[in-house]
């Protein structure tokens, strides 16, 4: 063996491993990938937020470029994005919700205390619909196409930054695609 | 003290007997019923397999989060339903990923988790048959007549070297 080969491997193999790891750094791993990215979006039906006697479903949404927003009163960092969705319906984002796993006098109570940046809210009481669309941290956004496709899928509350180099980029690339 | 370590091993085995310790597991378990269609033996195993996504280095079957106690209901659900094992375990590895399996199955994106240590070792026993059959050639090279003196003078050439005066 060469005595460059000899000498360079473990230095090699070393930078590979700190490579590696550096990667490693970076990653979150309470972000799991989502299986329902380039998927139809799973059906629902469930009572709105707002009144028990009337529903929301799916084709709420059809034909739109959505977010589709899931969140609770008793999540802590939904407070926290609570004034990011706000923004985003002044720019013009139909958010629907899915209020999950709450009490319905206390959603409705914090829509009237914090601004209501929902088109409407589906509440989802034994968190049912939530185990359909892989739920399982809140807040959780999706976006879905105008064919009811989930493109995107965001973990943990959104931010100003998320919404101006991740959501509105992708919303303005969706709703320029087959008009 | 050795009275007194006897002692403390009487209390620790009451305190076993009267259940004040609580047991380790079975969180939650206690809410289902087993007396009808659902075998709980198949359901216990099924939940050890599965990993809870919130606290994510337990499994179903000893997490006490929100989420794992909804999905061991969905789970007992879907059994009732008549589901099979392979049918829930899809049920949720659509809905979350190979993420929930403990047991993740072999496909190209887990071909270096399977694979990886196998290829590691191997290059190991290269790494090993090359050093070998390397070191063997050198020994084998004959010593020079200088290593041969060298190697005289340090055992000490009259023949009872190595024997006590």
Not at chain 1, 3 to 23: I, M, Q
Not at chain 1, 145 to 150: E, K, L, N, W, Y
Not at chain 2, 91 to 113: A, C, M, S
Not at chain 2, 126 to 146: C, G, H, Y
């Amino acid at each position: 063996m060469p005595a460059f080969v000899r000498y360079l491997a473990p230095l090699l193999a070393f930078l590979a491993l700190a490579g590696l790891l550096y990667k490693g750094l970076s990653l979150d791993p309470r972000k799991v990938p989502s299986p329902l990215i380039d998927k139809p979006a799973p059906t629902f039906r469930l009572p709105t937020l707002e009144q028990p006697g009337r529903f929301l479903d799916n084709e709420a949404f059809r034909g739109k470029v959505v977010l589709f927003n899931v969140w609770a009163t008793w999540c802590v960092a939904c407070r926290q994005e609570h004034p990011v969705l706000m923004r985003l319906r002044e720019l013009g984002v139909p958010i629907y919700g899915l209020d999950y796993k709450d009490k319905r006098e206390d959603a409705q109570r914090w829509l009237q205390a914090y601004g209501n940046p929902y088109v409407a809210n589906a509440f989802d009481e034994e968190g049912r619909v939530g185990i359909d669309w892989g739920v399982y941290g809140t807040p959780e956004t999706f976006v879905i196409d105008r064919q009811g496709v989930i493109r995107h899928k965001h973990i943990g509350p959104l931010s100003y930054d998320d919404i101006e180099n991740e959501i509105m980029p992708l919303l303005r690339k969706l709703r320029e695609s087959d008009g | 003290m050795k009275k007194s370590l006897y002692l403390l091993f009487a209390v620790f085995l009451t305190l076993g007997v009267t259940g004040h310790a609580p047991p380790a597991r079975a969180a939650g378990l206690e809410a289902f019923d087993f007396t009808g269609d659902v075998d709980e033996e198949r359901f216990k195993h099924l939940i050890v397999e599965l990993r809870c996504l919130v606290c994510q280095n337990q499994s179903l079957a000893d997490s006490d989060a929100d989420l794992a106690h909804d999905l061991r209901r969905e789970i007992y659900e879907l059994m009732q339903q008549g589901k099979s094992d392979e049918e829930i375990v899809d049920f949720l590895v659509q809905r979350y990923g190979d993420f929930v399996l403990y047991n993740p199955p072999v496909k190209p994106e887990t071909w270096i988790l399977w694979y990886g240590p196998f290829a590691l070792l191997g290059v190991g026993l290269l790494i090993l048959a090359f050093t070998v059959r390397q070191r063997k050639r050198q020994s084998d090279t004959p010593l020079s007549e200088q290593e041969q003196q060298k190697l005289k003078t340090l055992l000490g050439d009259d023949d009872n070297g190595d024997k006590p005066a």
